[in-house]
């Protein structure tokens, strides 16, 4: 099942009893307050997780109907670890 930021920003809106073009203000805050902030050091939200920036690195790619290689650069990655309090609320 795919959850989109609209949905997300339209459960927030009915949960909390506010329009939805406030809520997706307030999500699109949250998101980009977590990517600046990540820039800088790993960013932790109590009992739900860490969000933090990896590089990957340079690594050679084939092409797999020619069998051609080529470079793939080196990127930054957003990941997400999920914290152990939630892990056990999902798992029950």
């Given at each position: 099942?795919?959850?989109?930021?609209?949905?997300?920003?339209?459960?927030?809106?009915?949960?909390?009893?506010?329009?939805?073009?406030l809520?997706?203000?307030?999500?699109?805050?949250?998101i980009?307050?977590?990517i600046?902030?990540s820039?800088?050091?790993?960013?932790?939200?109590?009992?739900?997780?860490?969000?933090?920036?990896?590089?990957?690195?340079?690594?050679?790619?084939?092409n797999?109907?020619?069998?051609?290689?080529?470079?793939?650069?080196?990127?930054?990655?957003?990941?997400?670890?999920c914290?152990n309090?939630?892990?056990k609320?999902?798992?029950?």
């Amino acid at each position: 099942m795919t959850i989109t930021k609209s949905d997300i920003s339209k459960d927030i809106a009915l949960r909390l009893s506010i329009s939805n073009k406030l809520s997706k203000t307030f999500f699109e805050s949250f998101i980009n307050i977590v990517i600046k902030s990540s820039r800088k050091d790993a960013v932790k939200i109590a009992s739900f997780g860490t969000f933090l920036i990896k590089n990957t690195k340079v690594r050679v790619g084939r092409n797999p109907k020619t069998l051609e290689s080529f470079e793939i650069k080196s990127v930054k990655k957003l990941n997400y670890y999920c914290s152990n309090k939630l892990k056990k609320t999902l798992n029950f």
